[in-house]
Nanobody, 117 residues
Framework: QVQLVESGGGLVQAGGSLRLSCAPS????????MGWYRQAPGKQRELVAT???????NYADSVKDRFTISRDNAKNTVNLQMNSLKSEDTAVYYC???????????WGQGTQVTVSS
């Protein structure tokens, strides 16, 4: 059973920044890819950004040039730096870890990000 612990959410004014972190119970390098998703009230969960074990990153169009996903191998965390936040970024953000060899997809408990305009 993979546990994912998220941190870093909170309340910020529009134009501000937040940094989310996700710490899995196993090595971040044991997952095919890890990423961040978000779900706003009344909407479906959507992809925000992913990072492949090889280092390739992928972003939703709505966050390109504002958000950056990265790995910290020393701290065993995957991070999401969010800059120039907008009110439409308000959502619960979830960390995901995927291991292709066993078809495992694990989710964190979610962390609330609220951007006030």
């Amino acid at each position: 059973q993979v546990q994912l612990v998220e941190s870093g959410g909170g309340l910020v004014q529009a134009g501000g920044s937040l940094r989310l972190s996700c710490a899995p119970s196993g090595s971040i390098l044991s997952f095919t890819h890890m990423g961040w998703y978000r779900q706003a009230p009344g909407k479906q969960r959507e992809l925000v950004a992913t990072i492949h074990i090889g280092g390739t990153t992928n972003y939703a169009d709505s966050v390109k040039d504002r958000f950056t996903i990265s790995r910290d191998n020393a701290k065993n965390t995957v991070n999401l730096q969010m800059n120039s936040l907008k009110s439409e970024d308000t959502a619960v953000y979830y960390c995901n870890a995927f291991r292709a060899s066993v078809g495992l997809s694990a989710w964190g408990q979610g962390t609330q990000v609220t951007v006030s305009s």
